[in-house]
């Protein structure tokens, strides 16, 4: 096939996966805008990193704490890219900056889209996938920054159901093994118990390590730094751990206890990340129709619903909730 009808059938294969994350995106630019994040921040967050699970991560915990914490778990959630780079690496092209390059169009859904099997991919399908998964992305995220919902409208609406669902069909997604969902389990475990003694950030750290082995601030003067600098740092780590495959282990293969390390990191941050976001600090945020919504998407995905459908149907759960 041709570089134009491979381009084509990538894009056509990520319809669905680009509507969802308009939604989303959407969702994520009126909560930073919420947050006082300003404009250009998180407008420029979503074009270097689009990263929702990251994204989401660093939105969550950065305005409860520690900047240190909240980076560091918003790097170590996309960590599955190093895995997912060296997978790759054998069916990219050219030296290792040109394979470095190719390997920053990764995103779990062109992943899947451009695997032909037996371990080989199609980059240009990869390609022509992610292309308007970004577009959509940058897109919902400048709508919801110009739109700024308000939040109890969202809420009403049921639209605080999309980060813990997300969240959760994420992590349904990366469960594939008894040792993967042990792990999620005592994640979360970990993180809920922690979030009564520490900030979120570092219950999400914390519950790494065991899963493995307010109102926020205007972004203004020191704290507009601090989310700058914030999202620089996991935009940067995000690309870079895409390339460490192509770029530093070229054909080698990581040993297969890495390889088990690094799968298992994914599954324990989200499932800590749905716990954060629905328990809050001290777990005072606990809403029933919100825990309501977050079961009724998991519910939809195990009967085969797109994601984008398991979470609007989700939020369309908690919002009839609130309206009885």
Known sequence: MSFRSDFVDGARKAVGPAAATLALGISFGAAAAAAGWGFAAP????ALAFSGSAQFSLLTTLQAGSAVAAVASAVLINARYLVMGLALNDSLEGGRGRRALQAQALVDA??????RGGGRFDVVRLLGATVPQWTCWLLGTLVGLLLRPDPAMMERLGLDVVFPAFFLLLVLEEIKSARAAAAALCGGSIAGALLLVTEPGYALLAATAGGGG???????GAAGMRVWLSVLAVAAANSLLK????????????PPVVRRVVALVAPVLLAGLIVVELAGPDWRGLDGPQVLGVTVA???WFLRAPLLVAVLVGAAAAAAVRLL
């Open 243 to 254: 390339a460490t495959g192509p770029l530093v282990l070229g054909e080698r293969r990581l």
């Open 43 to 46: 407008l420029a967050f979503s």
């Open 298 to 300: 998991g519910l939809a």
């Open 110 to 115: 062109s992943f899947v889209v451009a695997h």
């Open 214 to 220: 307010g109102a926020a601030p205007r972004c203004g």
